[in-house]
């Protein structure tokens, strides 16, 4: 609800005779500081300036260790850093948890440990010799860190923990698929998006499990990533150049979207247990709904190439639609952005993909006009769209 929704309703009352001038007052002020309270700026400066604070004592310090690296025996090295990794764990626990003291320095000193953690996992690596192929790192950089996530409840470590675990699943794909004989990174064009579109949907299922539980404030960071990696999953795919290298997927089979189906077997693993829970179950229906278009695309990509291109950038347009559509059914104006984001980004690319070869340089001032006209009408659909959000009642 809308503060001015809010405030014509109670003006109804007030002509219906329901609630007085007085009443009306009193419980406009009581819903407004309980539905629209005050933006913290000096809680967001305070954490900004902590989470700066706490970046440049890390950063101090792995200097300091540095400049005298050969100087130091390697059970000093391992207790410094280790040391130092727990420590702010630690204070940032200590200041954040008990009562009276400082959440925010408290939270911005967690964060920077659990940044810290992937210079720890580094440091052992190069003490005692440690390499792998494979970014396994990563996944211990993450992974190790989902308790603390859960533990602390904090929007910005979940976002950390989740950028980690994405990075892993996309490293980690790149660096199978290069092990393959010939031009095999040309297959990367069809198996990464999958493997986005795979990620974006398990972290959608995982904002679903979070909504009405424990952990319900790591809801919104598991669906700020989940919603652009499913736009760029398909507009990734919508370009003519992965069409025209599909004849080489050929030569390997079906094996490079091994990937998509463990990642599929998850997400159906998470989607059950969401469904189970009675929660949003539009969201597992759209999962649901995501897995089996990813799958269509695999399949269309690999048995009829020729039609691959145009059929791309019509799911292209239908994801974008519903994701607009969604966002206005559920009163959801993150998803009308990120569709709004998805048209202009579409529009401009596929501009230049289309017609920047075929006009002189002259030509370019007319359709640049004609996309100033379009941004701007698209900015005004977004209002009219994220009015109508607001009005059901939901939260961005």
């Known amino acids: 609800m809308s503060r001015e929704r809010l405030r ?40 900004i300036i902590a989470t700066f604070g706490a970046l440049l004592l890390g950063t101090g310090l792995l200097f300091v260790v540095a400049g005298n690296w050969e100087q130091i025996p390697k059970w000093w090295k391992l207790g410094l850093i280790v040391g130092t990794f727990m420590a702010m764990h630690h204070f940032g626990f200590t200041l954040a948890e008990r009562p009276g003291n400082y959440p925010r320095v408290g939270r911005a000193l967690t964060a920077v440990g659990v940044l810290a953690y992937g210079a720890v996992i580094a440091l052992v690596a190069q003490i005692y010799g440690l390499e792998s192929k494979y970014p396994w790192a990563l996944l211990v950089w993450g992974a ?67 909504m009405r539980s424990r952990f319900h404030e790591l809801e919104q ?18 370009f003519r150049h992965v069409a025209e290298d599909l004849p080489r997927f050929e030569v390997y089979g079906w094996t490079p979207f091994v990937p998509f189906a463990i990642g599929a077997s998850i997400a159906l693993v998470l989607c059950a247990l969401a469904w189970m829970r009675g929660v949003a179950r539009h969201e597992c229906v759209d999962a649901l709904l995501l897995l089996l278009g990813g799958a269509l695309v695999i399949v269309v990509g690999k048995t009829m190439p020729a039609v691959f291109f145009p059929l791309s950038n019509i799911a292209l347009l239908i994801v974008l639609l519903v994701l607009i559509a969604r966002g206005v059914q559920h009163g959801v104006p993150s998803y009308v952005n990120w569709g709004v984001l998805g048209f202009a980004l579409a529009l401009f690319t596929k501009y230049f993909e289309f017609f920047h070869e075929k006009l002189p340089g002259g030509a370019f001032f007319g359709p640049g006009i004609v996309l100033i006209a379009g941004a701007l009408g698209l900015e005004k659909a977004r ?12 939260t961005p």
């Open 8 to 47: 014509t309703e109670l003006d109804r009352l007030r002509a219906d005779g329901v609630l007085d001038e007085e009443q009306c007052r009193r419980v406009d002020e009581r819903l407004a500081a309980a539905l629209f309270p005050a933006a913290d700026r000096i809680g967001t400066l305070t954490a």
């Open 144 to 210: 190790l860190n989902v308790p603390i996530a859960l533990l602390t409840r904090s929007g910005w470590i979940a976002t950390i923990v989740l950028v980690l675990l994405a990075i892993w699943g996309t490293a980690h794909t790149v660096v199978w698929i290069g092990e393959f004989p010939g031009e095999s990174w040309r297959v990367e064009w069809l198996v990464i998006p999958c493997m986005w579109l795979v990620i974006g949907v398990v972290f959608k299922l995982a904002h679903v499990l979070a």
């Open 221 to 238: 960071p598991a669906r700020l990533l989940a919603t652009p990696l499913v736009i760029l999953w398909i507009y990734a795919l919508s």
């Open 383 to 394: 209002k009219r769209l994220l009015a109508r959000a607001r009005e059901s009642g939901a």
